[in-house]
């Protein structure tokens, strides 16, 4: 039963962000072991999302590592327990907390030796910045209680590299490129420089993954260059490359100029059939988020829960009012507008 509960929300999730997403390109799954364990790295720009669109788009069920606050609420510990996810505590959270993570090492340690597989993002902190962050040594604390498990099977990492074009707009595009495995089995990371030198393999790994700009006091107007030479953000080789490339007479007399919302027919359209999910987003939702990399990962959570409700309601109140049938193509009609809005682009940032 609870394998069933699993694989109906997998794929209510799964179809959630298809909806959601006018894109969601996927690259290098061929990378991915099928029979050892694996530990996937990360960055980490779009919170919660992040996860859930590996999750749900990978060959393997990884477990999952996440920052520690998000379980003090005791119905989300339930379900992010439900979904694999485990606690991983940061400085942050208090030095007397950081001791809980030998537990949780131990336990990543164990599962590897099951030749089960591991998500985490080893920069540590997530930031909606187009740049890959230094990593912190969690990563290989787990490789090194793993090795020490004595693996009947090699370990390796694959590095993922999460792409999207502007996360706190809807509508927008994401892409997943899962990276070379790297055999960490036999590594010789026991040694300061050991680790130094797998960390640099792993982030090297990234920034080919990922759109990388390098430059942070650069990185507004760089960011600037690019969008308004229409790069595709979904390819970040291509992206960095053009990054690379760039020269000081390029972003000379640059203007940082923010993405033109506009109000047009697409726009209007998608309030007009969504008007009350909309409102209630607007002026309730919206204030209460505490961080903008949050943004994208309460509205898809709030799209995905209120307009399955919203449905359920219409098609049980119009059945009354008209016959099932009648009620279904209603919901289905309106469905298909609003899909079309998104994948269309009509409603898309410029």
């Not at 999460?162 to 990371?189: K, L, R, W």
Request: with cysteine; aromatic share 14%; glycine share 4%.
């Amino acid at each position: 039963m609870k394998q069933l509960g699993y694989q109906l929300l997998f794929y209510w999730i799964k179809i959630g962000l298809h909806c959601y997403y006018r894109r969601i390109r996927v690259k290098g799954v061929e990378n991915i072991p099928t029979d050892a364990p694996v530990l996937f790295l990360s960055n980490h720009q779009n919170a919660l999302l992040d996860i859930l669109l590996i999750a749900t788009h990978n060959t393997r069920k990884p477990w999952y590592l996440t920052r520690a606050d998000v379980f003090k609420n005791k119905h989300l510990k339930k379900f992010f327990t439900y979904l694999q996810m485990m606690p991983v505590y940061r400085i942050r959270d208090g030095k007397s907390q950081l001791a809980k993570n030998k537990a949780v090492f131990a336990f990543c340690g164990e599962l590897l030796k099951q030749d089960q597989s591991i998500l985490l993002f080893p920069e540590a902190n997530h930031n909606l910045k187009k740049r890959v962050r230094p990593l912190s040594k969690g990563f290989t604390r787990i490789v090194d209680e793993a090795l020490h498990n004595h693996l009947v099977k090699p370990l390796y990492i694959v590095p993922v590299g999460q792409n999207y074009v502007m996360p706190t707009y809807f509508v927008d595009s994401c892409a997943i490129e899962y990276g070379a495995p790297i055999n960490v089995t036999h590594h010789s990371f026991f040694t300061e420089n050991g680790i130094t030198d797998l960390k640099e393999k792993v982030s090297t790994a990234l920034k080919t993954l990922t759109t990388h700009i390098a430059d942070e006091n650069k990185y507004s107007v760089v960011l600037d260059y690019l969008r308004k030479r229409k790069v595709d953000f979904l390819n970040p080789s291509e992206v960095n490359k053009m990054v690379a490339d760039i020269g000081v007479d390029d972003l000379n007399g640059l203007n940082i100029e923010a993405a033109k919302s506009g109000f047009g027919m697409g726009r209007l359209l998608l309030w007009l059939f969504n008007f009350p999910l909309l409102l209630t987003w607007r002026k309730f939702i919206v204030p209460k988020i505490p961080e903008p990399e949050f943004v994208d990962t309460f509205r898809f959570m709030y799209a995905l829960l209120f307009s399955t409700l919203l449905y359920l309601l219409m098609f049980s109140l119009f059945t009354v009012i008209w016959d099932g049938l009648t009620a279904l193509i209603f919901i289905l009609t309106h469905f298909g507008l609003n899909l079309f809005l998104v994948k269309s682009g009509c409603i898309e940032k410029k």
